[in-house]
């Protein structure tokens, strides 16, 4: 249980951070707490230029992907907390759209909000899911024989 949860929502979640903290602007409020966490040598920032879509659109994918995830692999089932983080990305980026939210209103991101969403579904349909109660023991390795 451990692993897929690493696989589905440490991993994506981790893609998502890598390309924001390394390629984009240094403006960016995650930027502010690298610095107060005195986390700021550890920020490696490569010479190489990523396409637009993978450096804007790909880690909100990842991490609504991540988010979806996580409440599949608790849920074990599609209710409505899974559909939390999608509606929540694509509500943000249609109240920017509307000038409700600040920032621009992007189709691509939309579409990977929900190509990330669709994805965990598809991804964890099959999966042996955890039991809420049990989550704690298993990430204690208690459950273990």
Known sequence: MIIRFLIHVIVPTAIG???YVGWRSTD?????????C???GLVFR???????WLLY?????CWVYAATSWML???????PWTWVAV????????GQLFGFVQGTYQTLDVLFY??????AGVLNEKTSLVNVRNIGHDLLGAGQH
């Not at 659109?57 to 994918?61: A, E, N, R, T």
């Not at 692999?73 to 209710?79: A, N």
């Not at 929900?114 to 994805?119: E, H, M, N, S, Y």
């Open 17 to 19: 951070t890598a390309v």
């Open 87 to 94: 509606v929540l990305a694509v509500g943000a980026e249609y």
């Open 114 to 119: 929900i190509g990330g969403f669709i994805l």
């Open 38 to 40: 005195r986390l700021s």
């Open 28 to 36: 960016l409020l995650v930027f502010r707490w690298i610095e107060y």
């Open 73 to 79: 692999l608790i849920w074990k089932r599609l209710v």
């Open 57 to 61: 659109s790909l880690p909100d994918g």
């Open 46 to 52: 490569p010479t190489i230029d990523l396409p637009h």
